[in-house]
Structures are given as structure tokens and as C-alpha cells.
């Protein structure tokens, strides 16, 4: 198959967020299988500096916006030895220092620059001369690609055997913008409507992509079931519940060249399966250095990374700091919401030499906390996938997360007993809750025999991109056979 992604963001070249992860790791994935891929990509300023080789293949081309000729350039790159990466040039669009917004938000204009991202990229198609089999669309930046197949183009020849695939990486992030940008678009206003792209009395790209594309998938197996309810599905419940015969919960895959332990460059020692006893608790040893904190060396350390926002339930962690470091420590290394960055430096302050924190991205830092903690923290209140609790049953860090979206489907609890399972969870958003399987995590950390059967289960977990992979391949042909055109 000829396979195009379309997608706003992909590593290495530009990201924010775990979208770019996926997008530059499952394409190499499937042309393993023997498909051809191609991406699609917006020329970010964060691009053009990243010392990327780059060709020019076309000097310019038009496309309209609200009956204004704009025009851009395709630029093309490679990612890995044999994927085209065709980038997407408008400078007045794309040459600014983030991706979607600055520290005072997102920019303004991001329905028209992904609107034109997504007109451009299928005048790249036409340009070009591309064949794709499937345009794989991912998250609101593409949202627009399917809407324009089912309408615009729905009798154009260049597209008339393509079928589109369309993955909601988080549903809380909509695209969704106010009824004056619809012109933006050039969609004819019947496509404004409950059962379009109307979302009250507003534009909302996402909610495009899941009502046209031929099939929409999600990052996990329980967040495809999350979304359909009112609880996760941010207003969208009924849209999703809508396609419900044409979801698929398929969830990420981990980037093992990147997240491994015994070949990981920004540990202190390397360590595996049989090693894991001295390389842990050197990585420990140094992760308790880096922050400042004194802690016997018997007593667990519980690490968390992640974004400071109230979806990640740092505040379940607030309330359950007493106990930790009574029993141990913690770390945590993450930005995000203001409210959220103070409390945790609040936690560093209140429990001095107990609680470390690192107000930052660094990601050296991301991997010495995944190698040097005993146990990966997870509250969230919704997590479309949670690859950091992929990653850390990899290093044999036991991941303590609420059940709920991939986090579910990815930790099995621990039987001391029988050694079965590979972490710990919890169900309610209370501090009682949490507590308990922090006091079920600590009791096995204290016992040997229980301790290592649980370590090495949890490093046997294999969530490699391979079937992953597969599964895509198989939804691709299953939406090739079917007669989805309108």
C-alpha cells in the first residue's frame, strides 16, 4: 500500500507532545511490513534551524483562503532511508518559535494555518503526482483532510480511490474555532451543520475528521470506549458514539532505540533483565544526587514526569506526599499550568530533602527519573495512551496509575502470589485511593522474593511498534475493501 500521514508535528523534526513520537516511529514500522509511506509536515521555524537536509522540489503554489491567493512551497526531507517527508513552506505561517501558540497562548490564527495545511497538503498530492492508498490523518491540524474528500473532492479523479484513516490522539484538544472562520475553509455552509463540522455555533476541526474520515482510530483499546461517554468525551460523546461501528482502539507503541536500558546514553549505568540490581541502584544513586535529596538507600523513591496540569492529577500527589516521604521520596520533572508548577515547588519546599522537583522539559533528566526510581507515578484523570508507563516497565520502574484509558490496558495488577501482572492501580480520584496502592506498592518493595518476581515481570513487557503496526496495516485494507465514498 501507498500510505500518506498527514500530521502537525513528528520527531525528530518538530514536537510538543507524544503525537510526534508516534508519527515518527509507525511509519517506520509499516514500511518494514513493505509499504510505501510518505509524511506530511508544516516547514516550522524549529524545522528550518534543526539542521535538517532539505531539497526544494517545487518553487511555489497557490491555494485560496476565503477568496485570498495564498501561496507556499514544498520543500522534502527523508526520515529514516526510504520515507519521503514533504514539507509544507509558508513562512507568515510557520516561522515562529512554537509550534501552536506562545506563553500568552495559542496563536490566533491557527485555524487558517492548518487550514491551509491541510489544502496544501492536497495540492501537494496533485502536484506531485502522489498515489496514496490511505491519507492517515492525525489530531484537529488534519481534521480538515477528510472533510474536503467527502465534499469539495469528492468527484475529483486524483482522489477517487483514496480512503482515509483519522486518529484522535486526545479528544480534549478540538481545533475548534468561532463560525466568522468558517469562510477560511471555502466549505459550502450545508457542511455547518449538527452533523457536520458545526459545534455550538462553532468550527471544529476535529469533530470534521471523526464525522468524515472512512475510519477513526484512538491510541487505546479503553480510551475508545472513555470517549463515548459524557465523562471523556468533552462534548463529543454522541459524534464518537456515532462512528462507533467504524472506532478502533489501537493502542501506541514504544520507541526501544530511545527508551532502553541497557543501551540508553543519559543513564549513569546501563542495565537489563539480569543486571538490573547494580545498574538500578547506581542510576538511584545518582538521580538522588541530581536533586539533593537524602534518603536510605532501602527506601523507595517514586518518580513522576509529566506535563503540570490538572489532567495529570498532581494534586492527588499533593495530598499523598505525607506519607511518601515518610516511607521514601519523590521526584518530579515536568511544566505546564502555573497553579500546578507552584505546588509542586510548594512539595519541594514543605518536605526539603524528601521531594526534588525540576520546573522544566529536559529530557536526559525524563530518562535518568524512568531508570533511577523504584515506582513511576501516573494519577491521571484521563490518559488517551501513558507512554511513560511503557517506559518504565522497561527500566523495571513499577508504574502506580489510576485505571483509566491506555493506562488500563497497559498495567495488569501484581499477584504476589502467583508473580502474575506487572504494576499497581487505582480506580477513584481520592487521596484514600491513591494511599492504598502507594501502602500495596511499599509492602512488596519490602519483601525480596515478591520484589524481583515483580521486576522482572514488568521488564519482559514488550509494547514494541510491531503490532501496533500490524493492526493499522489490517484496519488499511479493511478500509480499502469497503465502499465508503460518498
Not at 347 to 365: M, Q, S
Not at 434 to 439: G, H, V
Request: glycine residues 8%; charged residues 30%; proline residues 4%.
Amino acid at each position: 500500500m501507498d500510505i500518506l500521514m498527514v500530521a502537525s508535528e513528528m520527531v525528530p523534526f518538530a514536537k510538543t507532545g507524544g503525537l510526534a513520537d508516534v508519527v515518527g516511529q509507525l511509519p517506520k514500522e509499516l514500511e518494514n511490513l513493505g509499504h510505501h509511506l510518505g509524511i506530511v509536515l508544516p516547514y516550522y521555524r524549529m524545522v528550518k534551524e534543526g539542521g535538517f537536509e532539505t531539497e526544494h522540489v517545487n518553487p511555489e503554489f497557490v491555494t485560496t483562503l476565503s477568496d485570498k491567493a495564498v501561496q507556499g512551497e514544498i520543500l522534502r526531507a527523508s526520515l529514516a532511508e526510504h520515507i519521503t517527508v514533504w514539507l509544507i513552506k509558508n513562512d507568515h505561517y510557520y516561522d515562529r518559535d512554537g509550534l501552536y501558540g506562545s506563553e500568552k497562548g495559542d496563536y490566533e490564527d491557527n485555524a487558517e494555518r492548518f487550514t491551509f495545511f491541510c489544502r496544501a497538503t492536497l495540492e501537494l498530492i496533485k502536484t506531485m503526482g502522489l498515489k496514496p492508498d490511505i491519507i492517515h490523518c492525525h489530531d484537529w491540524q488534519a481534521g480538515l483532510i477528510p472533510v474536503y474528500l467527502k465534499t469539495l473532492l469528492k468527484r475529483d479523479p486524483s482522489f477517487a480511490t483514496v480512503r482515509t484513516v483519522f486518529t484522535i490522539h486526545n479528544l480534549a484538544y478540538q481545533g475548534v474555532f468561532p463560525k466568522a472562520d468558517m469562510p477560511l475553509t471555502g466549505l459550502p455552509w450545508e457542511a455547518f451543520t449538527p452533523e457536520g463540522i458545526e459545534f455550538y455555533g462553532k468550527l471544529n476541526l476535529l469533530k470534521g475528521g471523526i464525522v468524515y474520515a472512512d475510519a477513526v482510530t484512538t491510541v487505546s483499546r479503553t480510551y475508545s470506549q472513555e470517549i463515548q461517554t459524557k465523562e471523556f468525551g468533552c462534548g463529543l460523546e454522541g459524534v464518537v458514539q456515532s462512528r462507533k461501528e467504524d472506532l478502533y482502539g489501537i493502542l501506541n507503541g514504544a520507541d526501544y532505540t530511545e527508551w532502553d536500558p541497557e543501551k540508553d546514553r543519559f543513564i549513569r549505568k546501563n542495565y537489563g533483565k539480569t543486571t538490573y540490581l547494580s545498574g538500578k541502584k547506581d542510576c538511584k544513586r545518582s538521580l538522588l544526587e541530581e536533586f539533593g535529596l537524602e534518603l536510605e538507600e532501602d527506601a523507595p523513591l517514586f518518580g513522576l514526569v509529566s506535563r503540570l496540569a490538572h489532567q495529570k492529577g498532581i494534586d492527588l500527589v499533593a495530598e499523598a506526599a505525607d506519607e511518601i516521604s515518610r516511607c521514601g521520596g519523590l521526584v518530579i520533572l515536568g511544566k505546564g499550568d502555573e497553579k500546578y508548577e507552584r505546588l509542586a515547588l510548594e512539595l519541594r519546599d514543605k518536605y526539603h530533602g524528601k521531594v526534588g522537583v525540576r520546573v522544566a522539559f529536559d529530557e536526559p533528566l525524563a530518562h535518568e527519573i524512568t531508570a533511577g526510581s523504584d515506582f513511576f507515578l501516573i494519577p491521571s484523570r484521563y490518559e488517551p495512551c501513558g507512554l511513560n508507563a511503557i517506559y518504565s516497565l522497561k527500566y523495571g520502574t513499577i508504574p502506580i496509575v489510576r485505571a483509566t484509558g491506555g493506562l488500563d490496558d497497559i498495567i495488569i495488577p501484581f499477584d504476589p502470589e502467583s508473580g502474575s501482572g506487572n504494576g499497581f492501580k487505582f480506580h477513584n480520584l481520592s487521596k484514600e485511593a491513591i494511599l492504598s496502592a502507594i501502602r500495596e506498592a511499599t509492602r512488596v518493595y519490602e519483601e525480596k522474593d515478591p520484589q524481583k518476581r515483580l521486576l522482572q515481570s514488568a521488564m519482559k513487557c514488550d509494547y514494541s511498534w510491531e503490532k501496533p503496526a500490524r493492526e493499522y496495516e489490517k484496519l488499511y485494507l479493511k478500509t480499502l475493501s469497503e465502499d465508503r465514498r460518498l
